[in-house]
């Protein structure tokens, strides 16, 4: 009786556990969006933005929702950091790709590693949700203007693709192309929190959905 309570129990009490990597360039804003969502959903805050240093290496952080735990993995964004991201992506169930709306100037070079991540096979059927940050600035890009700068930015890559291969593109392009007909973009500012709930309720809503998948 007692194993039957206790498993019971066991299985309502069941908190599924689910990596989230937050990517982007260094300075996007990924750090920053990390502490706010410790400081929202956590009894204890994360730390204030004037306290965060540059990140070398990875910053973590859990959070525990109905019946699930997401753990955030801020990993750093320079150069030579980036480099280690794939190692992390086996194990990952959802990414954040984090872009600064209000630097025009590094825009193209944030479109070159998002396309890195968006096409590692390992993160090909992940959820992931595009998140335009520092909507606080006045001059930042919209949603709207960061979504068409990508597609032109996608599409121009496209067609040099092309000159350079001929008019067949390789096959590796297509699920690329799917996935920006679906790409979610979402406005946020991690200083301010503004949509940062939004964006943690997708991804908990959207991984939810991939285990009750996988539980068939
Ligand atoms: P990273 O972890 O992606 O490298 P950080 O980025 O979180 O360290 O943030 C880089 C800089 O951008 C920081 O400014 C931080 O305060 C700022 N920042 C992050 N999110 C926002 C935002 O939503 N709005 C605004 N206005 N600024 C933001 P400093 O000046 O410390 O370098
Ligand atoms: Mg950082």
């Not at 121009?156 to 001929?166: F, L, S």
């Amino acid at each position: 009786m007692y194993h039957l309570l206790s498993g019971l129990y066991q299985q309502l009490t069941r908190k599924d556990e689910y990596n989230v990597l937050i990517l982007g360039l260094d300075n996007a804003g990924k750090t920053t969006l990390l502490e706010k969502i410790k400081t929202l959903y956590n009894p204890t805050p994360g730390l204030p933005p004037d306290k965060i240093a540059p990140t070398v290496g990875q910053n973590m952080g859990k959070i525990t929702l109905p019946s699930t735990i997401l753990q955030f993995w801020d990993l750093g964004g320079q150069r030579d950091i980036r480099l280690i991201w794939p190692r992390y992506y086996d194990d990952c169930h959802a990414v954040a790709y984090v872009v600064d709306a209000a630097d025009r100037e590094r825009l193209e070079e944030g479109w070159e590693v998002f396309e890195n991540v968006l096409s590692a096979p390992q993160i090909l059927g992940v959820p992931l949700i595009l998140l335009a940050n520092k909507q606080d600035v006045p001059d930042s890009m919209t949603v709207e203007e960061i979504r068409n700068h990508y597609e032109e930015w996608f599409q121009r890559r496209q067609r040099e693709h092309a000159a350079e291969m001929g008019p067949v593109s390789p096959t590796s392009e297509v699920p690329t192309a799917e996935r920006m007909a679906s790409l979610n973009v979402q406005g946020i500012s991690a200083i301010e929190g503004t949509g940062v709930r939004d964006a943690v309720n997708w991804l908990f809503i959207r991984v939810q959905n991939s285990r009750q998948r996988s539980d068939h």
